[in-house]
């Protein structure tokens, strides 16, 4: 049985039929090369694809779905409020590279933001109807429900960050632990008490920064007091906010390590308006190495993460599922490291 790829003459455009005629072969063997079946010669191939190219014909792309079962369509899905998704430089980042690695592919990106539990839901039916190949999850939170829904239903999935359970999964993440740790010896080799701000706790890269600073405060011989940790939620305001609370806690404190750079610039404007320069009197260092980390005053030693890296490892390990070479609990921790600038 085969299917008919084109709204056909109806519309002016050139057929299945009218390919198959001038490539001297069937009209099912045509259908074949557009869906790509290895069932067919390689001489038939490529007289096939000479004549699509001298007619300019173009596949339907709905039917040809019905034939391959493929949309040729992957959703990268945000579980953030939409006003964080377009102002945060990691989630930006994100986007970019994801795009940017699939501009070479046959596959097309769909942004979807999952707000909350009853939005999660609609895109899990989304996915499970076979809207999409794919799915790339990130900016996931502990009680997030699109994991188990996905992986259950076996809608090939990646995670952009390992994720919080532990389950088995694929993803691709930074060395969040190794990187916090670095920034935080960095500190500590200066002489300094180090502080932290961390990201939110219930996100494995706020809980994995907060271990790695913890690692090397413990490593020196010095105990991670409660006092020199405050929460915040990797925003600008949400770091303006806990440097002010962790100024209140440990006033003696003279260097902070800060769990995402967007948190650090807020963190600064804190400082400044207690009076407190950096980096004499307080020593900083942030965690991305976003655009905004070269601007900011002073500019901010940070840890890098290799975003173009990640991206590429996300497309990857996606595409790999889609086709089904892969075992779906493939996964990359990718490496970080300090970038020195006048802050620390």
């Known amino acids: 049985m085969t299917t008919e790829l084109t709204s056909g003459a109806r519309s002016g455009t050139p057929t299945l039929d009218e390919v198959a005629v001038l490539a001297g072969v069937s009209r099912a063997t045509v259908s074949r090369v557009v869906n790509e079946s290895p069932k067919v010669s390689p001489e038939a191939r490529e007289a096939v694809q000479a004549a ?17 079962r493929r949309t040729d369509t992957v959703a990268l899905v945000l579980s953030e409020p939409n006003t964080q998704v377009f102002s945060d430089p990691f989630f930006a980042s994100i986007v970019h590279g994801v795009s940017a690695a699939l501009a070479d592919t046959e596959l097309t990106l769909v942004l979807l933001t999952a707000r909350d ?11 499970r109807q076979g809207h999409v190949d794919g799915v790339v999850l990130m900016s996931l939170h502990s009680e997030d429900l699109l994991p188990d829904v996905l ?5 090939p999935l990646v995670l952009c960050g ?3 359970d532990g389950r088995s999964v694929a993803y691709v993440d930074a060395d969040n632990v190794g990187g916090a740790r670095v920034a935080t ?8 008490r180090v502080a932290t701000l961390t990201g939110p706790t219930d996100m494995i890269a706020g809980v994995d920064r907060l271990t790695g600073w913890r690692l090397a405060t413990e490593d020196a011989g010095r105990s991670a007091d ?26 003696d404190l003279d260097a ?25 009197d307080v020593a900083v260092v942030g965690f991305d190495d976003a655009a905004v980390a070269t601007t900011c005053d002073p500019p901010l030693t940070t840890v890098a993460q290799p975003l173009d890296l990640m991206t590429g490892e996300l497309v990857e390990l996606l595409r790999r599922q889609i086709d089904g070479v892969a075992a779906p609990a493939e996964t990359r921790t990718c490496p970080t490291h300090l970038v020195r600038r006048a802050s620390a």
């Open 52 to 68: 699509i190219a001298q007619l300019r014909y173009v596949p339907n792309r709905m039917a040809r779905s019905l034939v391959t």
């Open 117 to 127: 539990a009853r939005e999660q839901q609609k895109i899990a039916r989304f996915a």
């Open 151 to 155: 992986s259950g239903a076996g809608v």
């Open 162 to 164: 390992r994720p919080y």
């Open 185 to 192: 010896e960095h500190l500590l080799g200066l002489g300094r």
């Open 226 to 251: 409660p006092a020199l940790v405050a929460h915040g939620d990797f925003t600008e305001a949400g770091g303006e906010a806990a440097m002010a609370r962790l100024l209140a806690q440990a006033p």
């Open 256 to 280: 902070v390590f800060v769990a995402s750079d967007p948190m650090a610039v807020g963190a600064l404007r804190t400082l400044r308006a207690a009076g407190r320069r950096v980096p004499e």
